[in-house]
């Protein structure tokens, strides 16, 4: 079970005593009564009652009496009916106001009581008959049927009052205490030994001690965090300078659960920011009943500064790192491609054809190899410039490239020469690629419009190597060439054994 606050305890026993001192003072008749002096008037009324209509009766003045009797309801806000009844018959002779209603009959009829008045009328020495006065109740106000006396109503609003204005002041007086002077000396010189920040709070977050560690590192004074919430402070998560949503000394006393490794950051008094690794215990009393939090702030900005030099210094690293791959990637295509269009160059060419080669003849695979040339470009460098010659030479790669395969490779053999290698082709299909390609070249509609010519060699068993391939390749190249220009040859031997599996 939870037990109440000091400020609760302390503001109902006030209330208590304050109540107590009300009804002593009733008791000793110091507390005005309204009712008494209601009950004076009032029995003055009667009597005068009494006086007017024993002089009205003895001289028979029935109309006299009618009069008084209807005149005394109307004028009086206090009574609400009287009836006059004579002794001989008991019948009413005079009624004002409803009195059946509010008449209640009692055991002994001549019995008045604070809300009842029987007032008897005289003829002479014997008595003619009686008045019967009905007054509103002393009390009108109620309360589950039972009359509010005004003491009651005294005693209620200063109750309610006094506890409501005894809670607060309470409150307020209490959070201004220092809580420290109910710690001992050790105990508080143990804590203020500690490296680390220890501050110990109540259960609605208010700071009842903070040692001199906690003080130094945020920059304040003691004075001015007693018995304030540092939940108020700006506190920010370290892992992405967020608002945080929950502290967790908060977090410690709504679930009654120890919070661990919490980093959070913090700007002290000088501006600058601190980085604090929270704990945060709840503090119990008998029955599991949370009394408040302890919490401990371990100052760890030298080692977040420290992390975030050592990721900008590892971020550098990676960045210089990629920076080299991609200049390494850069030299590397500086070194194995032509500048102009983009293909490999000689050298890397040559090392390109020779891997081939050495892989056909383990595995058994054919390779061919295709030298292609574009016809008349000295007449193209004479009439448009040099400049028009460079693009037609880049355009003519480009439509070599774009027709190839990944396994294949284009190099530029020199000047207008391209020489391209096609892995795993036998001669009839390297044939059929060069005239793809030649037709590729015709059809393309550029300005200005140029042709190819291309000769193509296998790997067989006379050619075993780069050297014999290409001079092969060029020699039909040659043969392209004098036969007319834009056409596609292979070399003699080659022709010799197209020709013989076609049946010519």
Same mark, same amino acid.
Not at 90 to 109: M, T
Not at 216 to 244: C, F, M, P, Y
Not at 259 to 269: K, P, R, S
Not at 301 to 325: A, D, G, H
């Given at each position: 079970?939870?037990?109440?606050?000091?400020?609760?305890?302390?503001?109902?026993?006030?209330?208590?005593?304050?109540?107590? !001192?009300?009804?002593?003072?009733?008791?000793?008749?110091?507390?005005?009564?309204?009712?008494?002096?209601?009950?004076?008037? #009032?029995?003055?009324?009667?009597?005068?009652?009494?006086?007017?209509?024993?002089?009205?009766?003895?001289?028979?003045?029935?109309?006299?009496?009618?009069?008084?009797?209807?005149?005394?309801?109307?004028?009086?806000?206090?009574?609400?009916?009287?009836?006059?009844?004579?002794?001989?018959?008991?019948?009413?002779?005079?009624?004002?106001?409803?009195?059946?209603?509010?008449?209640?009959?009692?055991?002994?009829?001549?019995?008045?009581?604070?809300?009842?008045?029987?007032?008897?009328?005289?003829?002479?020495?014997? #008595?003619?008959?009686?008045?019967?006065?009905?007054?509103?109740?002393?009390?009108?106000?109620?309360? !589950?049927?039972?009359?509010?006396?005004?003491?009651?109503?005294?005693?209620?609003?200063?109750?309610?009052?006094? !506890?409501?204005?005894?809670?607060?002041?309470?409150?307020?007086?209490?959070?201004?205490?220092?809580?420290?002077?109910?710690?001992?000396?050790?105990?508080?010189?143990?804590?203020?030994?500690?490296?680390?920040?220890?501050?110990?709070?109540?259960?609605?977050?208010?700071?009842?001690?903070?040692?001199?560690?906690?003080?130094?590192?945020?920059?304040?004074?003691?004075?001015?965090?007693?018995?304030? #919430?540092?939940?108020?402070?700006?506190?920010?998560?370290?892992?992405?300078?967020?608002?945080?949503?929950?502290?967790?000394?908060?977090?410690?006393?709504?679930?009654?659960?120890?919070?661990?490794?919490?980093?959070?950051?913090?700007?002290?008094?000088?501006?600058?920011?601190?980085?604090?690794?929270?704990?945060?215990?709840?503090?119990?009393?008998?029955?599991?009943?949370?009394?408040?939090?302890?919490?401990?702030?371990?100052?760890?900005?030298?080692?977040?500064?420290?992390?975030?030099?050592?990721?900008?210094?590892?971020?550098?690293?990676? #960045?210089?790192?990629?920076?080299?791959?991609?200049?390494?990637?850069?030299?590397?295509?500086?070194?194995?491609?032509?500048?102009?269009?983009?293909?490999?160059?000689?050298?890397?060419?040559?090392?390109?054809?020779?891997?081939?080669?050495?892989?056909?003849?383990?595995?058994?695979?054919?390779?061919?190899?295709?030298? %292609?040339?574009?016809?008349?470009?000295?007449?193209?460098?004479?009439?448009?410039?040099?400049?028009?010659?460079?693009?037609?030479?880049?355009?003519?790669?480009?439509?070599?490239?774009?027709?190839?395969?990944?396994?294949?490779?284009?190099?530029?053999?020199?000047?207008?020469?391209?020489?391209?290698?096609?892995?795993?082709?036998?001669?009839?299909?390297?044939?059929?690629?060069?005239?793809?390609?030649?037709?590729?070249?015709?059809?393309?509609?550029?300005?200005?419009?140029?042709?190819?010519? !291309?000769?193509?060699?296998?790997?067989?068993?006379?050619?075993?190597?780069?050297?014999?391939?290409?001079?092969?390749?060029?020699?039909?190249?040659?043969? %392209?060439?004098?036969?007319?220009?834009?056409?596609?040859?292979?070399?003699?031997?080659?022709?010799?054994?197209?020709?013989?599996?076609?049946?010519?």
């Amino acid at each position: 079970m939870r037990q109440s606050s000091p400020a609760l305890r302390i503001s109902v026993g006030l209330v208590l005593l304050t109540i107590s !001192f009300l009804l002593l003072a009733e008791l000793l008749g110091l507390a005005p009564d309204p009712a008494r002096a209601t009950l004076d008037a #009032r029995k003055k009324v009667c009597e005068s009652l009494a006086v007017q209509l024993s002089v009205a009766a003895t001289y028979g003045e029935v109309g006299i009496i009618r009069e008084t009797v209807r005149a005394l309801v109307e004028r009086n806000a206090d009574i609400l009916s009287a009836s006059l009844r004579r002794i001989e018959d008991e019948q009413p002779l005079a009624v004002a106001g409803e009195h059946a209603r509010y008449w209640k009959s009692e055991a002994d009829a001549d019995v008045s009581t604070p809300t009842q008045a029987v007032v008897p009328i005289f003829r002479g020495k014997e #008595r003619w008959g009686s008045v019967e006065v009905r007054f509103e109740p002393l009390h009108a106000s109620t309360l !589950f049927g039972i009359e509010l006396t005004p003491i009651m109503k005294l005693i209620g609003f200063v109750g309610l009052a006094a !506890f409501g204005g005894f809670l607060v002041f309470m409150r307020r007086t209490l959070r201004h205490l220092d809580p420290s002077a109910l710690v001992p000396a050790r105990v508080k010189f143990a804590l203020d030994a500690l490296a680390e920040g220890v501050v110990l709070m109540d259960r609605q977050g208010r700071v009842m001690l903070a040692n001199k560690a906690y003080l130094g590192k945020t920059g304040r004074e003691e004075q001015a965090v007693q018995g304030t #919430r540092i939940s108020e402070w700006q506190w920010l998560r370290a892992d992405n300078g967020h608002a945080v949503r929950e502290l967790p000394w908060m977090q410690a006393l709504r679930e009654g659960s120890r919070q661990t490794g919490v980093n959070l950051i913090l700007q002290d008094a000088d501006g600058g920011q601190r980085t604090f690794a929270v704990n945060a215990s709840p503090v119990e009393a008998g029955a599991g009943e949370v009394r408040g939090v302890l919490a401990t702030f371990d100052d760890v900005t030298e080692l977040e500064n420290k992390n975030l030099q050592l990721e900008k210094t590892l971020n550098e690293l990676q #960045r210089s790192r990629n920076e080299l791959r991609l200049r390494n990637r850069q030299l590397k295509i500086l070194a194995t491609r032509d500048p102009l269009t983009g293909c490999l160059n000689r050298r890397a060419f040559f090392e390109r054809l020779d891997h081939a080669i050495d892989q056909a003849h383990l595995t058994g695979t054919s390779v061919a190899c295709i030298m %292609a040339d574009i016809d008349h470009f000295k007449k193209v460098n004479d009439t448009w410039g040099h400049a028009s010659g460079d693009e037609v030479i880049k355009r003519f790669a480009g439509l070599l490239g774009s027709n190839l395969r990944d396994t294949d490779a284009i190099g530029r053999y020199g000047g207008e020469e391209f020489c391209l290698l096609l892995w795993d082709n036998s001669l009839e299909q390297a044939l059929a690629t060069a005239e793809r390609l030649r037709a590729t070249v015709e059809g393309d509609a550029a300005e200005p419009s140029v042709t190819g010519s !291309f000769g193509v060699a296998c790997l067989d068993a006379a050619v075993v190597d780069s050297a014999a391939l290409i001079d092969q390749a060029d020699q039909a190249l040659y043969v %392209a060439k004098r036969g007319g220009r834009n056409r596609v040859e292979c070399s003699r031997e080659h022709k010799v054994q197209v020709e013989a599996e076609a049946g010519v």
